[in-house]
């Protein structure tokens, strides 16, 4: 039997060519000189550095300012992804129902996807302005003694109110995508089937709105870890004591603001190691009980 061979061609590489080489200069060059400065231990001007292996991350591991760092990093990543996610799941069920006005409302819940971080940061911090803040005035009225300048839960608070309220018009689009690729057929089924709206959510609805959830997660994780740094630099910029800032901003500060370019570098590389874990995780676990 004669065997078939195809030609091969050179035009798929070529299309592919940019995509690789925007990739090479914007991604896997600065992840090298990431891992290599590391290794590095340099003066604040840059004009003369050292190799000392490993002890830029024994440093960084042993201190309790990035330890209280990647701690709240955590905490505000899960916060902010649940609590956007379930949001704007419920405000995408009930824009589903609505037929009168349903453009302009489901227009009116998009709208803060065109809002840039550092604006909706500006915009919050605003609303919480202890002169002029609405928000700020309205919890202190409530007796609840409101201060972010000074209280780091306070100013947590805000940080992840904000962060939540950004992300939501986002998650609230997929959402709706979702719920009306559903087929009417389905639907009046599990209506005929079972009278409860809340049984038929749960054990219709949502189980069919199991890959866009997902889907979801990953990128409101991605979102809570890396884009958020606009919002805490505006609003916060870490304060009080760095109890707010996030391990990408605080590669920001101790490396344009400390001149620590090879300990920022080797903290970089650990955010780099924990976001890969994380996604692993997340593609071998969680994944699998997805339905697609």
């Known amino acids: 039997m004669k065997r078939v061979q195809f030609e091969h061609s050179a035009v798929p590489y070529l299309f592919i060519a940019p995509q690789i080489l925007i990739i090479s200069i ?22 003369s550095s050292q190799f000392v292996w490993f002890r830029n991350f024994e440093d960084v591991l042993t201190s309790s300012s990035w330890t209280r760092s990647a701690i709240f990093t955590v905490l505000f990543s899960v916060l902010v992804s649940v609590l956007s996610i379930a949001i704007s799941l419920f405000l995408a069920v009930r824009a589903d129902e609505v037929i009168r006005g349903a453009k302009s409302y489901k227009t009116l819940l998009m709208w803060g996807y065109a809002i840039a971080p550092p604006v909706a940061g500006l915009l919050g911090i605003m609303m919480f302005n202890p002169l002029m803040g609405d928000l700020y005035k309205a919890f202190n009225s409530f007796g609840f003694e ?6 780091a839960n306070d100013a947590a608070f805000i940080v992840i109110l904000i962060a939540v309220w950004k992300q939501v018009s986002v998650n609230f689009i997929f959402f709706l995508s979702g719920l009306q690729g559903i087929p009417k057929s389905v639907q009046e089924a599990a209506t005929l089937d079972c009278k409860s709206p809340e049984r038929r959510f749960w054990t219709i609805t949502f189980p069919l709105l199991a890959p866009t959830t997902f889907f979801l997660l990953v990128i409101n994780l991605t979102y809570a870890f890396f884009e958020t740094f606009g919002i805490i630099d505006v609003s916060t910029k870490g304060a009080p004591g760095g109890s707010t800032a996030t391990l990408v901003y605080k590669v920001y500060v101790d490396g344009f603001l400390g001149a620590d370019m090879g300990g920022s570098a080797a903290q970089s590389v650990l955010l780099m190691i924990m976001v890969s874990v994380l996604t692993v995780f997340q593609f071998r676990f969680i994944e699998r009980k997805v339905h697609y």
Not at 35 to 45: G, I, P, T, V
Not at 146 to 151: K, L, P, Q, Y
């Open 146 to 151: 409101f201060n972010h300048i000074e209280n």
């Open 26 to 47: 914007f991604f896997l060059w600065p992840a090298a000189q990431a891992l290599y400065q590391s290794f590095l231990l340099e003066d604040a001007f840059g004009m």
